[in-house]
């Protein structure tokens, strides 16, 4: 069994010739609950499509169960293993739940009744109501329904609380978290809730134009990042940037912020050399990462 | 499970074609001797030629081609992803979502040729009437067809336009072109061009076998190729 449910090497991908994608590499682990961040137009859609082999790489590669997914047979074969919870959460209006429920049980043996029953007594959705009768909220919750039901062994997830309220948006992130502790599921799922993120996800991958900016365990992240924030009395010194194990600078007025990784402790020291009025070294939040990598400086 | 989605997505389209044939039916009753009974069936026979093609054009919409995510309005389109994202090939989409759309349209073409031979005047065998329909539904194909492929590129709007134009074409072109003329499936389907007493049409059967297959094929290439 291999560990990593989704690899992607070098992963590329141009519209007309304008690059959506530049080498992208991704290494999800099993069980894990990725959290894949990035600004609009970042990337995040485009990967989600490649993955599930609706728009084709112009270079690179992808493996998903550790298999090499190059064709449409590997491409179906790895989608009978996964599912995929779309951003705009449409489904057939031509159905109603009960049968849009028993169409996907149809392509998938492993389907959990006990999932599907549990699901619709906690979402409280009528079998026998049409799908465009639906609010989004309800939409969205038939859709993952169909997404946790059929005991995929990965969620692919794009923008999964969309429409919901804050409490069911709460039982949705439990419901994924027990998901991926209980049976093992690995989730994927892009997202512009920080505080989701934040709360269910234990991996981050952050891409921005195209290209992994961080990608890793959320907990090491949060620990190896430090801000230090400078005062001085004038301008903050232009040297800052150059740094080593500096990511980002920022200078507002007389403040300097600095996001390191590497060797903070050594960072600090060379900051106290250009003759700061204070520094302060404090955690980063996710947020703050995320800001921090996709504005620069 | 396909074929039930493909039913689903298309039984009122279906209900909508077998009640405009009603309505073509009908209207022979609403006129009692408005027209002479000769010029009246000659009108009707024009009129079915019509409907077929309205038929195998309307039938082929729908499917994972026109679910675009452009096109999404609330509770409407828009399931294309879904569709998609499901262990199954594009070609066996396509080939069940056709499958089931042209066996609507062969029903209702089929239904169309029985009923045009009872409701013409002079006798007709059943023999003569087996065979009129069968030419119907083989030369109805390619119209089919053709719309599959222009709904695999077009949305539905488009593709209605797409496929009037291309057989208005047709239409024109085989009253000045004697190669049209001899392969078209339009005069194959119509008993103007060929009357029930008349030898099969074997040119414009062999073309419409030809032209579907190649407009099928052409659709899967089409759809395979295509990126969502």
Known sequence: ?297 | MLWYKAWLETRWRFVFVIGSMMLVWLTPLWLPGAAPPERLWLGLQLGWVLLYIFAAVFLAGAGINTQTMYAATPGFHGSMLFTLSLPVSRRRLLFVRAGLGAIETCVFVAIMAGFALFQGPGATSALQALLYGTRAIVCTLPVYALSVLLACVLDEMWQFMGAGLCWSAVFLLQSRSVVVSRISPLRGMSLVSYPVTAPMPWAPIVASVVFAGVFLYASVLVLQRREY
């Open chain 1, 1 to 297: 069994m291999n560990d990593i449910v989704i690899a992607t090497h070098g992963l590329s991908k141009s519209y007309s010739g304008k690059p959506a994608l530049r080498s992208l590499d991704l290494a999800t682990p099993r069980g894990s609950i990725c959290g894949f961040l990035g600004r609009n137009g970042a990337g995040k859609t485009t990967t989600l499509k490649l993955l599930l082999g609706m728009l084709r790489p112009s270079a690179g590669e992808i493996r998903l169960f550790g298999e090499r997914v190059n064709s449409e047979a590997s491409s179906v074969a790895a989608r009978s293993r996964l599912a995929f919870v779309s951003e705009d959460k449409e489904l057939y209006p031509f159905m109603t739940v009960g049968q849009t429920i028993r169409f996907t049980r149809a392509f998938f043996p492993t389907w959990r009744r006990d999932l599907e029953e549990k699901y619709l007594d906690l979402f409280r959705l009528p079998r026998e109501k049409a799908v465009p009768k639906l609010s989004k909220g309800m939409r969205t919750q038939l859709m993952l329904l169909l997404a946790m039901a059929r005991g995929a062994e990965l969620l692919l997830m794009d923008e999964p609380t969309s429409g919901l309220d804050p409490a069911m948006t709460e039982e949705i992130l439990q419901a994924l978290a027990d998901l991926a502790v209980s049976d093992g599921t690995t989730v994927f799922f892009a997202s512009h809730q920080l505080a989701e993120v934040e709360q269910i996800c234990d991996r981050v991958c952050l891409i921005d134009e195209g290209q992994t900016v961080i990608d890793g365990v959320l907990d090491d992240l949060k620990s190896q990042y430090r801000r230090i924030l400078l005062v001085f009395d004038g301008e903050p010194p232009r040297e800052l940037a150059g740094f080593p194990g500096i990511d980002h600078v920022r200078r507002r007025g007389r403040t300097a912020s600095l996001l390191a990784h590497v060797d903070v402790d050594a960072v600090v020291d060379r900051a106290r050399g250009l003759g700061p009025r204070s520094v302060e070294v404090l955690p980063v939040t996710l947020r703050e990462l995320f800001l921090d990598h996709v504005r620069g400086e």
